[in-house]
C-alpha cells in the first residue's frame, strides 16, 4: 500500500508516469477505474477547486465520494497520542482511520496548520497519524505540501513547454494582506527543482526563506540534474530571463503565529506584485498561481488575463491529474 502525502517519497518517473496518464484522462474523462470503490473527503479547511476536482474526479471513475467536515457534519477529532479528551474533541483519529478505512478504499485531507508553532505545525502530524492507522491509501489534499497541486502546475507547464529541464522557473513571493500558509510555496520549489528547471526563489529577504527542509530539498534536487538552487531579493534580475513566473504569498516563519509584528514589514513589499513591467523583463514567461488569487495585489489584471497566463489550466488539470494519482494508490494497494 502506497500512500500520497508529499511527492519527496515518489520519485520523478512514478510523478511523471501519473502526469502522462492525467494526459489521457483529459483526452476521455469518464473510464470506470474506481468503479464500485468509495473515497472519503475529510475538510478541515475551506476548498473551492480541491472538493469540487475530488467529487467529479471521483465520479468520472465510477467510485463514490463521501464528503466530511469534522467539527461541522462529524465529530471534532483529536489526534495526540495519550490524550485526555476532556476537551471539544469527541472521537481520536485512530478510531476514525480504522473506521473509515472499514467503509472506504481511500481516504483523502485538507488541515492547514493551526498557525501557533512552526516547529510544531512542521511535523505534519494530522495526516501522518491518519495515515499511520489507516489500512487504505491516504492522499494529502493540502497540509504542510500540496502535492496535488504540484501535479496540475507540472502537467500544465509541459503541455506549454514540452522538456522543463534547465528553464528558468522563478518562485516569487508576492503580497497579500494576510500571512499565509508555506504550502504551495513548499511544493513549487520541490517539484519544479524535481523536474530538471532552474529555480530562483525571490523573496523580499531571508525572513521569507522557507522552511529548511524544503530549502535543501530543493538544493538536492537541483544538483541532481545539475543546477543549483537560487535565492534572490532582487526583483530585476530574478525576473531577467525567466521562462516561467509562480506568483505565491506566505507568511514569514520567524513571525509564525505573531502575524501583527510581521504585518509592518510584509507591508513594505506591495511592490512585489507581478505586473506588465516585470513580465517584459523574462523571456516572453509563462505565469500561474495556484488559485485562490487577489487581483491587484498578487498580480495585474494585465498578467492575469494575458495569453500567458496559465492559472486556469493549472487548475482543470487538477481534475485530470488527480484521477491519475488515485487510480495509481489503487494500483498499489
Excluded at 506566505?250 to 506584485?273: S, T
Aim: net charge negative; with cysteine.
Amino acid at each position: 500500500m502506497q500512500h500520497f502525502l508529499t511527492t519527496e517519497s515518489w520519485s520523478q518517473q512514478s510523478l511523471q508516469e501519473m502526469i502522462n496518464f492525467a494526459k489521457e484522462l483529459k483526452k476521455n474523462k469518464f473510464q470506470p477505474l474506481l468503479k464500485n470503490k468509495s473515497v472519503a473527503l475529510l475538510f478541515f479547511n475551506p476548498s473551492l477547486r480541491t472538493r469540487t476536482s475530488f467529487e467529479l474526479g471521483v465520479h468520472q471513475l465510477g467510485g463514490q465520494a463521501v464528503v466530511l467536515q469534522p467539527g461541522k457534519d462529524a465529530w471534532p477529532i483529536e489526534f495526540e497520542l495519550g490524550s485526555i479528551m476532556d476537551g471539544d474533541t469527541e472521537e481520536h483519529i485512530k478510531e476514525v482511520a480504522e473506521v473509515l478505512s472499514a467503509y472506504c478504499d481511500m481516504i483523502a485531507v485538507r488541515a492547514f496548520p493551526k498557525f501557533q508553532n512552526w516547529q510544531e505545525d512542521r511535523q505534519d502530524k494530522l495526516i501522518k497519524s491518519l495515515a499511520k492507522f489507516s489500512t487504505v491509501p491516504v492522499i494529502n489534499m493540502e497540509t504542510i505540501t500540496h502535492p496535488c497541486q504540484e501535479l496540475a502546475h507540472i502537467m500544465a507547464l509541459q503541455e506549454n513547454m514540452g522538456d522543463l529541464k534547465g528553464k528558468k522557473y522563478v518562485l516569487t513571493w508576492t503580497y497579500h494582506p494576510k500571512p499565509l500558509n508555506t504550502a504551495v510555496a513548499n511544493s513549487s520549489l520541490m517539484i519544479a527543482s524535481k523536474f530538471g528547471m532552474d529555480v530562483t526563489l525571490l523573496c523580499p529577504n531571508e525572513d521569507y526563506l522557507l522552511d529548511e527542509h524544503y530549502m535543501e530539498l530543493g538544493q538536492t534536487y537541483s544538483s541532481h540534474h545539475g543546477n543549483r538552487l537560487t535565492v534572490s531579493h532582487d526583483i530585476n534580475s530574478a525576473y531577467e530571463g525567466a521562462d516561467v513566473i509562480y506568483a505565491k504569498s506566505w507568511g514569514a516563519l520567524p513571525y509564525f503565529g505573531q502575524w501583527e509584528k510581521e504585518k509592518p514589514i510584509r507591508d513594505q513589499y506591495k511592490h512585489f506584485i507581478v505586473d506588465e513591467e516585470k513580465m517584459a523583463k523574462t523571456n516572453n514567461a509563462l505565469f500561474s498561481h495556484c488559485l485562490p488569487m487577489r487581483r491587484n495585489i498578487k498580480a495585474t489584471d494585465a498578467v492575469i488575463d494575458s495569453a500567458n497566463c496559465i492559472a486556469i489550466q493549472e487548475a482543470e488539470n487538477r481534475l485530470h491529474a488527480q484521477k491519475s494519482m488515485m487510480t495509481s494508490l489503487m494500483n498499489y494497494s
